[in-house]
């Protein structure tokens, strides 16, 4: 059912509770037992309706509704169970009354201090019982403790009560006994008879809990929910004198870990060694920690948004000249020098690819990118000696467009000192991992080195990587979409690298990889890569035509399929792709 729905079946049922509410408040001091038992059943209805209503509305709605759908239900909650404590009330027997006066004059431990301090408790309700064979326990346990062991309480007056706590098809099998003394024994059996069946209670059981759920995401209530109904469902096992041994806690907690999503499994998988078998109590304890940071979290959102709000009313106002228009249409940010340019965004905190503020690149949701080079960055920012190189013929290239193990190397791992208002000059020695393609003209297609190699995931399976072989790198780096694929692990590592495209790029993390060929072999290698959100763009451009594939005929391919246009998952850097090239050529001719 969708939130619309919902909406209006939650509306509905509250003003049915509303009009029902103030009904009682008017008429119970007038109406006899068996009127309030009526009347008390159907507050139990509405309150079970309006409970499953906001259960299906709270997952579902937005995560700045989710405080105000909570307030509400807990606000209608709090009227039904005073309405309920007040018929409860109504009901008590004089003689239950004039038992517990008796038994408090006949205590003897009682000071006369602590007399006058006692607090009046609230009356408990009975428990309302449907037919379900997996609540018989709970209903039978209650009603049993607060009426049927009561002495004071005739057999025709327990029976009412029973009645009174019956519906549907529980009501059905006693509801034609007359209340009578005799009648509740042989109603109690019929009721013991139809649903006390532990094959059929742990059937059921099973069947509940099987059927739990999935999380559909890192939800605090849903992972509550989960918490609650794996909890009941093993206290329920324990009262049926089933033992929770370790082959049935292994099989449990299993069964739960099947339903987290996967953010939640992977940080699961990540706290337990991979040679130690969790318990389900420690996955339920993890899940409670789990919620309490997501709710933790969501509430630094909320707060984010407010800030974010407040400093978009900020942003038409120009960070150079201060007057009503953006810095893209300010003069004089236009009679600057690139140069000069570059340096008033960065020492500004102004982003790169759309010109305004509060922002980095990262962040910014503009789908415009630089017209000239299609890179990340606004056109009034483009160096000129980028597009003239990129007007050079097939027969121009310069060299800083060759690969060699000889070319200049960046180098990832250490953090730039640099002040941030500082630009890479365009006639910088620091080599960008893109040149070797954008620097040529499009109608020429440069082939990297690239393979594919077989990249071991976190549940020990290998999976297929695409990867290209840079011998000017000093590192190797991975893609975030890969990484998340191959659910690994990673640790913090914000390192500037200058290199890749127009603008610096910060990494995401560091991880480590074992990977293998994608053909038979022995051979197996392991790296550490820094995580980053795009390595290059499609390589090659466009699908290239296999006319000299005769060539490759009888050899085993690195990459089979260089010549399709497909994403670059991994790089690896100088430590690796020396090694793994073979030192003979092809030479066509």
């Given amino acids: ?258 339903k987290l999503d996967t953010n939640s499994r992977i940080w699961f998988e990540r706290t337990f060694s991979t040679d130690v078998i969790p318990k389900l109590d420690e996955l339920l304890q993890f899940l409670a920690t789990q919620a309490r940071s997501i709710t933790s979290s969501t509430s630094k959102r909320n707060v984010q948004k407010k800030v974010t709000l407040v400093a978009s009313k900020a942003q038409s106002q120009c960070p150079l000249c201060n007057k009503d228009h953006g810095l893209s249409k300010c003069e004089s940010f236009l009679k600057l020098s690139v140069q000069k340019r570059s340096e008033f965004v960065k020492s500004n905190n102004v982003c790169f690819n759309c010109l305004t503020q509060f922002h980095g690149i990262k962040a910014c949701k503009s789908k415009f990118r630089c017209r000239t080079c299609k890179k990340p960055h606004h056109t009034l920012l483009h160096f000129e000696s980028v597009s003239g190189r990129g007007r050079q013929t097939s027969g121009e290239l310069s060299n800083s467009s060759k690969l060699s193990i000889n070319a200049p190397v960046f180098n990832p791992a250490s953090v730039s000192n640099e002040s941030s208002s500082k630009e890479i000059p365009d006639n910088s020695q620091t080599v960008d991992i893109t040149s070797c393609i954008s620097n040529v003209s499009p109608n020429v297609e440069i082939l990297l080195c690239t393979a594919v190699i077989r990249v071991k995931d976190l549940w020990g399976n290998y999976q297929a990587c695409r990867c290209l072989l840079d011998s000017g790198s000093q590192a190797s780096l991975i893609t975030s979409e890969c990484l998340e694929k191959l659910g690994l692990r990673k640790q913090k590592a914000n390192i500037r690298i200058s290199c890749l495209g127009s603008a610096d790029t910060r990494t995401n993390g560091i991880a480590q990889i074992q990977f293998i060929p994608h053909f038979p072999s022995q051979s197996s290698f392991k790296t550490e890569v820094y995580v980053v959100n795009k390595i290059v763009g499609m390589l090659p451009h466009q699908n290239l035509d296999l006319s000299y594939s005769d060539l490759f005929n009888d050899l085993t391919l690195a990459d089979p399929m260089f010549h399709k246009s497909s994403q670059v998952d991994i790089l690896l850097g100088i430590d690796l792709t020396l090694p793994l090239l073979k030192k003979s050529n092809i030479v066509d001719g």
């Fill in 1 to 258: 059912m969708d939130i619309k729905a919902l909406l209006k079946q939650k509306k509905c049922v509250k003003s049915s509770i509303t009009k029902l509410l103030k009904k009682t408040e008017d008429e119970i001091r007038e109406l006899n037992n068996v009127s309030l038992l009526v009347r008390k059943n159907r507050f139990l209805e509405l309150r079970t309706e309006i409970k499953d209503i906001f259960n299906s509305i709270i997952p579902s709605c937005e995560d700045r509704d989710e405080e105000t759908y909570c307030t509400e239900k807990d606000d209608i909650l709090d009227e039904l169970e005073a309405v309920l404590v007040s018929i409860d009330t109504q009901l008590v027997p004089p003689v239950v009354k004039s038992d517990f006066e008796a038994r408090k004059q006949n205590s003897d431990q009682v000071s006369v201090s602590s007399q006058s301090a006692e607090v009046k408790l609230p009356t408990l309700s009975l428990p309302i019982f449907s037919g379900a064979t997996e609540e018989w326990l709970a209903f039978s346990d209650l009603f049993e403790a607060a009426v049927s062991n009561n002495q004071n309480l005739t057999g025709a007056q327990k029976l009412q009560y029973l009645k009174g706590s019956l519906k549907s098809d529980a009501l059905k099998i006693v509801n034609s006994l007359s209340i009578t003394n005799d009648n509740f024994e042989i109603a109690w059996k019929l009721l013991k008879d139809r649903y006390f069946n532990k094959r059929e209670i742990v059937s059921s059981l099973m069947k509940k809990f099987i059927n739990i759920t999935p999380l559909s995401g890192e939800s605090s209530t849903q992972i509550l929910n989960l918490i609650d109904s794996t909890k009941e469902f093993v206290r329920t096992l324990e009262s049926l004198e089933y033992k929770i041994d370790l082959t049935t806690d292994t099989l449990l907690m299993h069964i739960i870990l099947f």
